[in-house]
Nanobody, 118 residues
Framework: VQLQASGGGLVQAGGSLRLSCVVS????????MAWYRQAPGKQRELVAG???????NYADSVKGRFTISRVNAKKTAYLQMNSLKPEDTAVYYC?????????????WGQGTLVTVSS
């Protein structure tokens, strides 16, 4: 199983980006999908998560600006980021909890860099 994250880049403050995370490999179902981020010198933190039933949760710092969604048929999760701020600059990691028919595993993607200039 692999998670491929994409969509990062350089954007000016106030701009928007959309991150994508595609799950590939032998899976039965994808439970929770989430985005985390890690800024230089800081710990990794949860940005947003979405369950199989589309229940979402967000970090307080991104509420009202970011939206997480998923398309189960495409095994893909998205993070729409609007009104970006310089403090959103970080490497963003995709995370997923997956059932392979026997056990539940947690996987991480490789990260995609988001840089917001002031």
């Amino acid at each position: 199983v692999q998670l491929q994250a994409s969509g990062g880049g350089l954007v000016q403050a106030g701009g928007s980006l959309r991150l994508s995370c595609v799950v590939s490999g032998s899976i039965v179902s994808i439970n929770r999908m989430a985005w985390y981020r890690q800024a230089p010198g800081k710990q990794r933190e949860l940005v947003a998560g979405i369950t199989g039933g589309a229940i979402t949760n967000y970090a307080d710092s991104v509420k009202g600006r970011f939206t997480i969604s998923r398309v189960n048929a495409k095994k893909t999760a998205y993070l729409q980021m609007n009104s970006l701020k310089p403090e959103d600059t970080a490497v963003y990691y995709c995370n997923s909890v997956i059932w392979d028919g026997e056990m539940v595993y947690e996987y991480w993607g490789q990260g995609t860099l988001v840089t917001v200039s002031s």
